[in-house]
């Protein structure tokens, strides 16, 4: 049995977003992969690195890394990054430069911790509007990615890329004003009301994200395609 951890925040957690670790074991559960889902909701970069022991303590054949979304959400404005610092008790003001060395402390952990094959993943879109403000920092930020997992020697899985290929031509989304009260209506309307995420995310006006934050279901599926297509070709690692 092959184990791979999918580690991240809550767009792999799944709660609050479609749930593409369990999308993984159902498809290859059956060729021997056991899928461990390492998601904690709100979490940047820094509160992952802060809980490899978890990571590492399974020893796992592969390792996956989707975390981002909230340091980049983080710098909406004062007041998200009041929120955060506060929630997820963060020792500094989050930035792309304290992304970077979370990121790159994370994979020298696992690097040299662990014997696993590692996989770093695009951050999504944040919010449909790839003009706005916070999807310039989003591709910021995914290129500081491109940049440490390059340095690292660790592939980097294309999910902003293949998201935004799927976004209709002439999309006119509603901005994303970084309001929380989107995100707790929508797990609702899933957990509660039975709604799928598509159906939410069209409510909403939206083709891939249910609250301009977590994935619908369409997007959840490009991301267990991506993580499928790289267990099945990448070569193991070697020490």
């Known amino acids: 049995m092959k184990e791979v951890v999918c580690a991240g925040d809550s767009i792999t957690r799944g709660l609050a977003s479609a749930d593409y670790v369990s999308l993984l074991r159902d498809r290859l559960g059956p060729d021997g992969y056991r899928f461990v889902n390492a998601g904690v909701d709100g979490n940047l970069a820094w509160n992952v690195l802060q809980r490899l022991d978890e990571v590492i303590a399974c020893r796992p054949d592969a390792v996956t890394l989707l975390v981002g979304t909230n340091d980049v959400n983080a710098t909406y404005d004062a007041?998200?990054?009041?929120?955060?610092?506060?929630?997820?008790?963060?020792?500094?003001?989050?930035?792309?430069?304290?992304?970077?060395r979370n990121v790159d402390a994370i994979l020298d952990r696992l690097q040299n911790g662990t014997s696993a094959r590692l996989a770093v993943i695009e951050l999504p879109p944040l919010g449909e509007d790839l003009s706005s403000t916070m999807n310039q920092r989003v591709r910021e930020y995914n290129a500081v990615l491109r940049e440490v997992a390059d340095g690292r020697g660790v592939p980097c899985l294309p999910l902003h890329e293949r998201l935004v290929a799927l976004l209709p031509p002439g999309h006119r989304p509603p901005p994303y004003e970084g309001r929380l009260g989107l995100a707790l209506r929508t797990t609702f309307q899933h957990l509660v009301l039975r709604r799928s995420w598509n159906e939410i995310s069209a409510a909403n006006?939206?083709?891939?994200?249910?609250?301009?934050?977590?994935?619908?279901?369409?997007?959840?599926?490009?991301?267990?395609?991506?993580?499928?297509?790289?267990?099945?070709?990448?070569?193991?690692?070697?020490n």
Do not use: C, F, K, M
């Open 79 to 100: 007041r998200w990054a009041r929120h955060y610092r506060r929630r997820q008790r963060l020792p500094a003001t989050p930035s792309p430069q304290w992304y970077r």
């Open 205 to 238: 006006g939206l083709t891939l994200l249910t609250d301009h934050i977590h994935l619908n279901d369409t997007a959840a599926a490009v991301i267990a395609d991506l993580i499928g297509e790289w267990l099945r070709t990448s070569p193991p690692r070697r």
